[in-house]
């Protein structure tokens, strides 16, 4: 059973930089699910995915977001991470990183809420 | 980018009835590469349907999804009192992948 798990700050200030680290278990790097992405729901509303990596190393951003945004992988530690730069009250939100064997979209971390406020 | 519409925004209905909620496409998606999901308050997603009209994995057959191209429908066949919640669709055909807006099923 894939599990995903969020973590990081809780408070950001604005213009800095939010990080975000998900860590897996019960499956691996080379594993089939080899899509993983972060999408993330501002409180009370919809859902925005963000970006992914393939397990190539290679990444694909929401252009709304690509000038702000790093995803990586390390595969050492089977965890992937989310780097938003530059963030304001907007970026508040519920932060999911999930995982699925192409676009599709199988696990999904529990959610990490980032506030956004000096 | 393919932009998402769920019709109705709100659904009232009560345990027993059947619901019927609605997702059109901007443009047609490609192999019908289009997914629902269900939230509860303070949980993450849950995939329900994937390719249009497949359940996933230990998904109750009261669940269906249909559709093609543009329009695509998830039915709920007799609404359990678990089953209130809001539900997603989701095309992962084109990159940016995009999300409806939702639909509140909401108990009556």
């Known amino acids: 059973q894939v599990q995903l798990q969020e973590s990081g700050p809780g408070l950001v200030r604005p213009s800095e930089t939010l990080s975000l680290t998900c860590t897996v278990s019960?499956?691996?790097?080379?594993?089939?699910?080899?899509?993983r992405s972060w999408i993330r729901q501002p409180p009370g509303k919809g859902l925005e995915w963000i970006g992914y990596?393939?397990?190539?190393?290679?990444?694909n951003y929401n252009p709304s977001l690509q000038s702000r945004v790093t995803v990586s992988m390390d595969t050492s530690k089977n965890q992937f991470s989310l780097k938003l730069s530059s963030v304001t009250a907007a970026d508040t939100a519920v932060y999911y990183c999930?995982?699925?064997?192409?676009?599709?979209?199988?696990?999904w971390g529990q959610g990490t809420l980032v506030t956004v406020s000096s | 980018e393919i932009v998402l519409t769920q019709s109705p925004g709100t659904l009232s209905l009560s345990p027993g009835e059947r619901a019927t909620l609605s997702c059109r496409a901007s443009?047609?998606?490609?192999?019908?590469?289009l997914a629902w999901f269900q939230q509860k308050p303070g949980k993450a997603p849950r995939l329900l349907i994937y390719?249009?009209?497949s359940r996933a994995t230990g998904i109750p057959d009261r669940f269906s999804g249909s559709g093609s191209g543009t329009d695509f429908t998830l039915t709920i066949s007799r609404l359990e009192p678990e089953d209130f919640a809001v539900f997603y669709c989701?095309?992962?055909?084109?990159?940016?992948?995009?999300f409806g807006g939702g639909t509140r099923v909401e108990i009556k």
């Open positions: 390719d249009a009209s």
């Open positions: 019960g499956d691996s790097v080379s594993s089939e699910h080899s899509y």
């Open positions: 989701q095309q992962y055909a084109t990159s940016p992948l995009t």
């Open positions: 443009q047609s998606v490609g192999k019908n590469y």
């Open positions: 990596i393939y397990d190539s190393g290679s990444t």
């Open positions: 999930t995982m699925g064997a192409g676009w599709l979209i199988d696990y």
